[in-house]
């Protein structure tokens, strides 16, 4: 490996599709996460609003979210260090916990949707919210404190697994492909509302959880610098499932509620069900409904809890794995236990889920800056081969500019508008 950039190499020379089985996970999981309950109700709501207007986003953001997961999985797998750890050994110990507070801002807000989400479920099945949450609760910290890494991967997989039914949804909307390649490439520039959903969908797919998750998870998993093709191969195939569920939904509502006066807004679960569910009949459509949305809720809430209680104990130099026991690592599994409870509590006092969400994706749009800057200056002190160098790093700069830029443009001009 030595003597070359391997950012410039391809990657399927260099694996076979057991190795590859092997590796696959972290990319994976971050990316059935990414697509949570926020982002899937951001969809919604850019769908039912817009119609086919934000649909080409959903796949311009495809090689940028690529770019930006590859440089986690390269920093993790080159340094055997989380992201804070970095950061606080690159920049000090404040810049260190300025990214940490940026990391729980968005993993607290992120949690809350989630949950919320999930309250909304229970409440379409006729499930109580304070019931739900304490089966979620529950069955996730026994899932934490029972399991190790690859149980707990292997369990986020097969529950994120059911957002694939968003994929048979849009499908059987059957949308007008005039209509959607027309829609599609009719961009509101100037209007606040239409920037600030486009803030909310960049600050669904790019999110600063993701980043320290997923560098964290190469390390945890075991993965070397042989294994580095593999897991861009997984952050590549990740990228592109989490989009084009977000694709789907958002063709779902737009062919049910998309219109060209944008008074389709979405405000409970219960709603973006019955738009989005038309051509299945009610009650398969709730089913495939509560699948997806739990699934996208369930696997997200595991990511965003997990790297929270990860990060923190990082900084504060405690151990930080699910390979130790509870009581080897006492500050991990008790940051991880708190914030549950606390977010569930939070819920049951009744919280307003679409608002909630997509005001959520704006604020990780705002929080771009922090979050992707430090990525990038930490890529750029790599050792060689692998250090961020050359044309490659220009791209990236100009890819990761553009995406602050335009993000906290955005999601200022939907506020003050």
């Not at 390269?74 to 990391?103: D, M, Q, Y």
């Not at 304490?134 to 910290?141: E, F, H, M």
């Not at 569910?277 to 009610?282: C, D, F, N, R, S």
Request: with cysteine; net charge neutral; proline share 4%.
């Amino acid at each position: 490996m030595k003597g070359s950039d391997l950012s410039h190499r391809p990657l399927l020379p260099y694996l076979g599709w057991r190795h590859f089985i092997a590796v696959a996970g972290p990319g994976i999981v971050v990316m059935l996460a990414d697509t949570d309950a926020g982002s899937i109700i951001t969809a919604a709501q850019s769908g039912a609003e817009w119609g086919y207007q934000l649909l080409l986003l959903q796949f311009v953001l495809v090689p940028i979210l690529y770019i930006v997961q590859e440089l986690t999985v390269r920093l993790g797998l080159v340094t055997r260090k989380g992201h804070a750890e970095l950061i606080h050994n690159h920049f000090g110990k404040a810049w260190a916990w300025l990214s940490v507070a940026t990391l729980v801002l968005s993993c607290v807000g992120a949690l809350l949707s989630e949950l919320s989400g999930l309250a909304g479920v229970g409440l379409l099945m006729g499930v109580p919210t304070p019931v739900t949450m304490s089966l979620i609760v529950v069955a996730l910290i026994a899932m934490a404190y029972k399991g190790s890494y690859l149980v707990v991967e292997r369990i986020a997989i097969v529950v994120g697994a059911f957002e694939f039914v968003f994929l048979f949804v849009a499908w059987q909307a059957h949308p007008e492909l005039t209509a959607l390649a027309s829609g599609s490439v009719d961009i509101a520039w100037r209007d606040p509302k239409y920037l600030y959903l486009v803030a909310a969908n960049i600050g669904a797919v790019i999110m600063p959880w993701m980043v320290f998750y997923q560098q964290s998870s190469v390390i945890e998993k075991g993965l070397s610098l042989d294994d580095l093709p593999a897991a861009r191969l997984d952050t590549a195939f990740g990228a592109l499932v989490t989009q084009l569920i977000m694709a789907a939904v958002l063709i779902a509502t737009a062919a049910t509620l998309g219109n060209a006066t944008h008074s389709g807004s979405l405000d409970t679960v219960q709603q973006i069900s019955q738009a989005i569910t038309p051509y299945l009949g009610e009650t398969t459509g709730k089913l495939l409904f509560c699948l997806g949305l739990s699934g996208a809720a369930v696997v997200a809430t595991i990511v965003v809890t997990l790297t929270a209680a990860r990060t923190l104990s990082e900084v504060l130099g405690t151990k930080h794995s699910l390979e130790h026991e509870p009581h080897e690592a006492p500050w991990f599994y008790g940051i991880y236990t708190v914030t549950l409870i606390a977010g569930a509590l939070i819920i049951v006092s009744g919280v307003n889920l679409v608002r909630l969400s997509v005001g959520v994706q704006v604020m990780n749009a705002l929080l771009l800056p922090i979050v992707l800057g430090f990525l990038y200056l930490l890529a750029r002190r790599l050792p060689e081969p692998y250090r961020l160098q050359g044309a490659y790093a220009g791209i990236v700069a100009i890819v990761i500019a553009s995406t602050v830029i335009f993000g906290v443009y955005s999601g200022l001009s939907g506020l003050w508008g």
